[in-house]
């Protein structure tokens, strides 16, 4: 069974993530975000903050699967 569809999803979901991301950070340098409540900014730079630690975790993960996939081509004599 190949991992191969399992990394494309993961690669998928962190292109659209980071997609989101630069969106919401460009949105927190506006004028439209200087005007929101101050509970509203708390929560968008904790939102912010949450989806770079999960951008970061989908990274980690593609980086041990493809360290792994090499391991097993390696072994297999691939």
């Known amino acids: ?3 191969q569809p ?6 998928k ?4 993530l980071d997609i989101k991301r630069h969106a919401l950070r460009s949105f927190l340098y506006t004028e439209k975000y200087e005007q929101l409540p ?3 900014q708390v ?3 904790k939102q912010n903050n949450v989806m770079d630690q ?5 990274q980690e993960r ?3 699967l493809t360290e792994e996939g090499q391991e097993c081509n390696a ?3 691939l």
């Open 54 to 58: 999960y951008s970061d975790i989908l």
């Open 13 to 16: 979901e962190k292109e659209e």
């Open 62 to 64: 593609l980086r041990l």
């Open 1 to 3: 069974m190949s991992a």
């Open 43 to 45: 929560l968008l730079v």
């Open 6 to 11: 399992f990394i494309e999803r993961i690669v």
């Open 75 to 77: 072994v297999n004599g």
């Open 38 to 40: 101050g509970m509203h």
